[in-house]
Structures are given as structure tokens and as C-alpha cells.
């Protein structure tokens, strides 16, 4: 019996799946701003967002320096600010606390902006995702915040932890994909606490391995 030859009849190519694009409501629960000399952040009742983020804020600016992120680019190389908010959620936030063995987390230490509230996994919601606030201004999403050893520090310093360094690596172990997002601004305005937010997540392309 002649054998076939495999190579006539080549496997088909593994196909891309397509995760259609859908809509999510949700709530800016609680909003903060950071003095321009340091990144942990104050509470306030209202964020005037510029092209350049929060007018003053820390992370404000319509370019930054690159750091220990951006490891293609020599050490303080000018680029676009695609950081200029922080945004975190209750939810994550107490689980990073419960593995840490802390009693809580709050926002303002690790340089929060904006608690959404009505997200489920916020850290998870892909590069792109748009935020319509209901009083004009839109945040376009630039993707997840990876936890640090500074934030873990400034955690560590507000608990009293006995050891303020093991506590400081031990954040960016435990916060891994909980730490929220990094954003910019596509469309200025100003942002209320309390306020509305339409959530659009888009299209997603999940390849093959």
C-alpha cells in the first residue's frame, strides 16, 4: 500500500480568537491627587484633568523620564506620559492586605488617583479600554500597574511593619496583576467623586502559542 505523504496535505493554520468588544457601567468611588513633590496622594472632592493629567500632580506631564520599566531606552530618556493616573480597586487592594497579613491598604499610600468601583478584576481590563466620566472627560487605559518595591516601602512605613524592607519586597510578590492600572488622558475635564463611568472594553485579538 503506497503511503501518503503528509507534507501534501500541511495542518491548517491555528486560528486567532476574536473576544468581541462590550460595554461595563461603573463609578469613580473615591479620587485623590498627589503634591508635586512626592507620589503618595491626598484625598480630594475633584480632579481637573489637562492633556497633561492632573493639573500639579506628581505624575503630571504630557511626557516623563523613562526608569527601570522601559529598559529599550537609556535611563532617563524623554517619552510620552501614558502613566499620568493610577487607578486601583477596593476589592484587590483588601486581597493584596489579606496576603500581606495587613488589616488594610489605602489608596493614597501606594500614589492612588481614582477607586472604580463595578469593574470586576480591574487590573485585568485590557490596554485600550476607554472610561467616559459622565461630566465630559475620558481616560484611555494604558495597561497594568506593576507593583514596586517604593510603593511596598511607603506600605510598609504607614503599618509599622518591623521590617520595613522585607515588607517593601514582599508587596510587589503579592500584588502581582492586583495592583490596577495606568492611564492617560484622551479628553480633558473634570472628574467628580461619585461620578459615572462608562467603560468601553475593546475588541481583543488572543493569538495562538
Known sequence: MQETNLELFPAA??????????????????LYAAPHDHF?????????????GI??????????????????YPR?????????????????L??????????EIKPEWIGANLVIEGVPHLSMLPAGSLMFFKGG???KVDGQNKPCRVAGQSIA????????NAAALLFPK???????????????????AGEEISVRVPEQWIYPA
Request: aromatic share 4%; glycine share 12%.
Open 13 to 30: 493554520e491555528p486560528t486567532v480568537d476574536i473576544v468581541p468588544s462590550r460595554k461595563l457601567t461603573a463609578k469613580a468611588a473615591a
Open 40 to 52: 503618595e496622594t491626598r484625598a480630594v472632592e475633584e480632579l481637573l484633568l489637562g492633556f497633561g
Open 55 to 72: 493639573a500639579g500632580d506628581f505624575h503630571g506631564g504630557t511626557t516623563r523620564r523613562s526608569g527601570g520599566r522601559e529598559p529599550w
Open 76 to 92: 532617563g530618556t524623554e517619552m510620552r506620559n501614558e502613566r499620568q493616573l493610577s487607578l486601583v480597586a477596593a476589592d484587590e
Open 94 to 103: 483588601a486581597t493584596v492586605a489579606q496576603r500581606m497579613g495587613l488589616k
Open 137 to 139: 472627560a475620558t481616560l
Open 157 to 164: 512605613e504607614h503599618v509599622g511593619a518591623p521590617d520595613i
Open 174 to 192: 503579592e500584588a502581582k496583576r492586583l495592583r490596577g492600572l495606568v492611564a492617560w488622558v484622551e479628553k480633558p475635564g473634570v472628574v467628580r
